[in-house]
Nanobody, 129 residues
Framework: QLQLVESGGGLVQPGGSLRLSCAASGFTFDYRSIGWFLQAPGKEREGVGCILSSDDSTYYADSVKGRFTIPSDNAKNTVYLQMNRLKPEDTGVYYC??????????????????????WGEGTQVTVSS
């Protein structure tokens, strides 16, 4: 069974950092596009950051550029979302998603069009003092 499981969410103060994890079971992240999406309260789900694993090309939403990155650990079949200098507007449910293998969807297309074939259940992040 193909599954993505997010973890690492929680409550953090403005200016703090948090690292979310996305573990895949039943498949690997090789030759796929992988992305992180945020659904803020009362808003549509939006792409935060996406990466194409075959060439490590990345796309980040303007709101998180310079603050968020997407490192990975191939040995653990896990992708992360490293979030620094967090702001209250970063609050919401974060979802990990992946495309089917070999589709080579660019990171920008995946994030802006929210193109994904597999979705995790999401993890809540709250940025508040």
């Amino acid at each position: 069974q193909l599954q993505l499981v997010e973890s690492g969410g929680g409550l953090v103060q403005p200016g703090g950092s948090l690292r979310l994890s996305c573990a895949a079971s039943g498949f690997t992240f090789d030759y796929r596009s992988i992305g992180w999406f945020l659904q803020a309260p009362g808003k549509e789900r939006e792409g935060v950051g996406c990466i194409l694993s075959s060439d490590d090309s990345t796309y980040y939403a303007d709101s998180v550029k310079g603050r968020f990155t997407i490192p990975s650990d191939n040995a653990k079949n896990t992708v992360y979302l490293q979030m620094n200098r967090l702001k209250p507007e970063d609050t919401g449910v974060y979802y990990c998603a992946a495309r089917r293998q070999w589709t080579f969807t660019t990171s920008q297309v995946m994030c802006t069009l929210k193109l994904a074939d597999y979705w995790g259940e999401g993890t809540q992040v709250t940025v508040s003092s």
